[in-house]
């Protein structure tokens, strides 16, 4: 059975400080994506490589380590995340080739594996574990003592027989300067220090080192040496450019901040978030939007005949909150496209189209796939993306960060809300652009996005009510969340919600569907989360809910401030500020948020790692 490798994390250093506690620091920064194993490699001072790995957390590392030999000055380390098969110490990384010469890392997945392994097994290989790399790594192995080369043209031989997608690090015995690194459809960040290099998936992971990092690009090799210039080829051997980039986090950015987990700062910080993902971008005096992404390639928003937003999970929420926004604002026709599904289907794609995707991330594997099918259509293809220098950042012909900082807790919350005002932004902008938005509308939804930090604040208030109904409905064992509009959107992103850190099971709908079919789901067991806010729908909710009432159902109704009609009929009433409709979503899924982590909380999940989930989903 082949045993995939995704959402791994990868760390690496060379230079004059012990390797090892720089490796596992940067391993313990990538625990919040979730893994089931890690391991090191260390080259030590008199040429020895040790390979250390097992099963379990780093710090079940760190035990393992207690009392061996590592103390050389250059390795590489890995957390290892299994889809298929027990994760156990033989499938850890690093892997060491047959001679033990080599020891490897690797993310992503080498898909035609199992030729490669038949081909090795002819000339006597055999293998230990049941992975991909282990293989790549005997590849390398073979290539170089059969064509008799350094170890980075084996490596770029090597690469050129794979298909699929990889970030790999290699040391070697006797070696105690150099590391070998490359990738292809999974990132790889070289933090470059004062005559030492560090190495990660993730530059974040190694900013207690280095704020420098030189993002390698797909097919690209690196030649990582301790006290000499980096060197980076393509496949073919060619000399890459060196590009240095900055990157500005503080760690206490990537710190809880006195908050128990990761998920309910970010919740906490939205009012930051927003402030730092408006400015610049809303001209407070004048109420200008300055989007220069779209104000560079006007012409392709102006004459787009369709847009299509490509996204995975909570960013495909967001993305139907764009369609409304933007065929309100814009008279540009809309579709809103899973990324998974877009890429499998031969889409109709016209050069005339802008394809807007969406991704925190930025490395979510499908979403970067249908941006490379858009791209090749010669569609202009645009990127909404949290993670600086990311794939699909780069990937994209131009963007905007949503500037909300790094998400540390896998269920999405500040990035939401990010990306939601961006596109708002933007729809606003090309509206105007377009001149399909009046005036009066278009000062008064800009202005609402100005005061969006104080009205979140206000939101979050909701805080300690939200805690107390937690705790009434911490036993249920499904949920319906219902929204109408703007707001059906956020029902199904709080729904997602609850589900992913929960595990209860929640399903969000048009509120209107629920006579439909959904209906027959209600009795005294099964809650209902009904966002019945003051819009051009409410009145229609406000049926749905006495429906439901009728038929035993209980009711949690999150509305506006005041709100007197709903309070008669639902059983709770959580109310939160007013502001205009196409922001509604970002308010009245505040309370959402806080529902589902403190309904998680009181049943002692994993808030921040919940199970079978990852942060990142680099691979399909
Ligand atoms: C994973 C995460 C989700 C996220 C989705 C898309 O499934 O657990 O929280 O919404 O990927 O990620 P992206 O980084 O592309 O927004």
Redesign the pocket.
Known sequence: MQFREIMCGIVGYTGERRACPVIIKGLQRLEYRGYDSAGVAVCQENGALNVYKCKGKVSDLERHLEGKDSSGTIGIGHTRWATHGEPNDVNAHPHLSRSGNLALIHNGIIENFRVLRDALRSHGFTFRSSTDSEVLVNLIEFVRESENCSLEDAVRIALKQVVGAYAIALIEKGNTTRIVAARKSSPMAIGIGDGEYFLSSDAASIIDYTQSFVYLKDGEVAVIEKGKPLHITNLEGREAPVSIQKLNLSISQLEKGGFDHFMLKEIHEQPDTLGDCIRGRVIPETREIVLSGVLENKERFLKARRIIFV?????WHAALIGEHLIENMCRIPVEVEYASEFRYRDPIIYPDDVIIA???????AD?LAAVEIARSAGAFVYGICNVVGSSIARGTDSGTYIHVGPEIG???TK?FTGQVTVMTMLALLVGRLKGTVDSGYYHRVAQAVLELPSTIRKALETAGQVAALARTFTYAHNFIYLGRGYNYPTALEGALKLK?ISYIHAEGLPAAEMKHGPIALIDAEMPTVAIATLDATYEKTLSNIEEIKARGGKIIAVVSDGDELVRRSADYCIEVPSTVECLMPLVSIIPLQLLAYYIATYKGRNVDQPRN?????TVE
């Open positions: 996204a995975c999970g909570t960013s969406v991704s925190q991330s930025g490395e979510t979403t896998v269920a999405s990035a992913e989930l990852a942060k990142s989903v």
